[in-house]
Nanobody, 115 residues
Framework: QVQLVESGGALVQAGGSLRLSCAAS????????MAWYRQAPGKQRELVAA???????NYVDSVKGRFTISRDNAKSTVYLEMSNLKPEDTAVYYC?????????WGQGTQVTVSS
């Protein structure tokens, strides 16, 4: 079992920056990919960025060049640095981790970008 706890969500003005953190606990040795998803009101949850255990990353096109995902394996934490935020980035952001068998989810953290 893996537990995930997100933090860092806030209300920010367009053009601003935020850093989200997700701390993992439990069977962290089994974690492969860690990722951030988001879900805006009335929309499906979408993958924002992912980072594999070896460090390879991928991003949804809408955040490329603005968001950076990173991972500190020693702290079992994944980060999402977000800059030049836009109102369309407003959503609940969820941390995700997989251990090749099961997907684990955090409780979510709200990011609101005002115009």
């Amino acid at each position: 079992q893996v537990q995930l706890v997100e933090s860092g969500g806030a209300l920010v003005q367009a053009g601003g920056s935020l850093r989200l953190s997700c701390a993992a606990s439990g069977s962290i040795f089994s974690i492969n990919t860690m990722a951030w998803y988001r879900q805006a009101p009335g929309k499906q949850r979408e993958l924002v960025a992912a980072i594999e255990s070896g460090g390879d990353t991928n991003y949804v096109d809408s955040v490329k060049g603005r968001f950076t995902i990173s991972r500190d394996n020693a702290k079992s934490t994944v980060y999402l640095e977000m800059s030049n935020l836009k109102p369309e980035d407003t959503a609940v952001y969820y941390c995700n981790a997989d251990d090749y068998v099961v997907d684990y989810w955090g409780q979510g953290t709200q990011v609101t970008v005002s115009s």
